[in-house]
Nanobody
């Protein structure tokens, strides 16, 4: 599993960004995927995730503004972020939970992180 993120950047408050995360190494259609973020001096927090192939969850602070989606044909998960606020500023990381067929363990792979900066 190799995750590559893109789409971060700098925007003004109220703007939008879409993050993408591609699994270039395997078929992720049956795997759990989601997004975390980490602001300076803060713990990493779960932003959005697929809890099942068709069910999603969001942290309260982004509900109604962010949307997670996935395109299994492209092995890609997206995070559409609208109405961005300065407090959304953080490094965003995608993840994928997968079954390691060599060790028979459930593992989590992470993307490299992408910076999102929202100015007021």
């Amino acid at each position: 599993v190799q995750l590559v993120e893109s789409g971060g950047g700098s925007v003004q408050a109220g703007g939008s960004l879409r993050l993408s995360c591609v699994d270039s190494g395997s078929d992720f259609s049956n795997n759990g995927v989601g997004w975390y973020r980490q602001a300076p001096g803060q713990q990493r927090e779960l932003v959005a995730a697929f809890t099942s192939p068709s069910s999603t969850q969001y942290v309260g602070s982004v509900k109604g503004r962010f949307t997670i989606s996935r395109d299994n044909a492209k092995n890609t998960v997206y995070l559409q972020m609208n109405s961005l606020k300065p407090e959304d500023t953080a490094v965003y990381y995608c993840y994928e939970d997968y079954w390691d067929t060599r060790t028979y363990e459930l593992r989590r792979a992470w993307g490299q992180g992408t910076q999102v900066t929202v100015s007021s």
